[in-house]
T-cell receptor
């Protein structure tokens, strides 16, 4: 069975600090992994995706994620948080269109 | 902003009633997926339609049904509403291919069942 687990339902960082949102996956086949972001009162939009090839994936708004097969992880990072990054973030696996539970990112001034 | 529109934006129903939610997909997209997002949870896959045929279903009972029309717009129907059906219902359109399928989401319909 394929699934994803997001570690931490809420993450709070100061503006300018590193953002790290954690995601682990379970898949019996090579996964397609993704991160979507949901801003308040807006639809989800794709941040980045991993299919094959380079394991460090760069997305929009300065975010990136690294696929680590040995750790079954696909953590999302951004070197310096902006206030506008405050949103809900979802990791997922496209094998069965599976989304994680979500992590709310709070950015403090 | 995506080209995916959902209607209505909010809806209040009572237990036992039936509801129809509508989704207009982005131009050029032939696939529509529906999700249920309960408060504080991630989206749960309900089903997907590709060229008017159901193309995969999540763990939802048969009282959740759908349609896709020749113009690729779609409806989600829920019969015999239960209190637990209260959620944000999201529609996403895409173009089915052999690789990663990027989903374009609408803003959702907030359904409250009283």
């Amino acid at each position: 069975a394929q699934s994803v687990t997001q570690l931490g339902s809420h993450v709070s960082v100061s503006e300018g600090a590193l953002v790290l949102l954690r995601c682990n996956y379970s898949s019996s086949v090579p996964p397609y992994l993704f991160w979507y972001v949901q801003y308040p009162n807006q639809g989800l939009q794709l941040l980045l995706k991993y299919t094959t090839g380079a394991t460090l994936v760069k997305g929009i708004n300065g975010f990136e994620a690294e696929f680590k097969k040995s750790e079954t992880s696909f953590h999302l990072t951004k070197p310096s948080a902006h206030m506008s990054d405050a949103a809900e973030y979802f990791c997922g696996n496209t094998g069965k269109l599976i989304f994680g539970q979500g992590t709310t990112l709070q950015v403090k001034p | 902003e995506t080209g995916v529109t959902q209607s209505p934006t909010h809806l209040i129903k009572t237990r036992g009633q039936q509801v129809t939610l509508r989704c207009s997909s982005q131009s050029g997209h032939n696939t529509v997926s529906w999700y249920q997002q309960a408060l504080g949870q991630g989206p749960q896959f309900i089903f997907q339609y590709y060229r008017e045929e159901e193309n995969g279903r999540g763990n939802f009972p048969p009282r959740f049904s759908g349609l896709q029309f020749p113009n690729y717009s779609s409806e989600l129907n829920v019969n015999a509403l239960e209190l637990d059906d209260s959620a944000l219902y999201l529609c996403a359109s895409s173009t089915r291919g052999t690789g990663f399928e990027k989903l374009f989401f609408g803003s959702g319909t907030q359904l409250s069942v009283l």
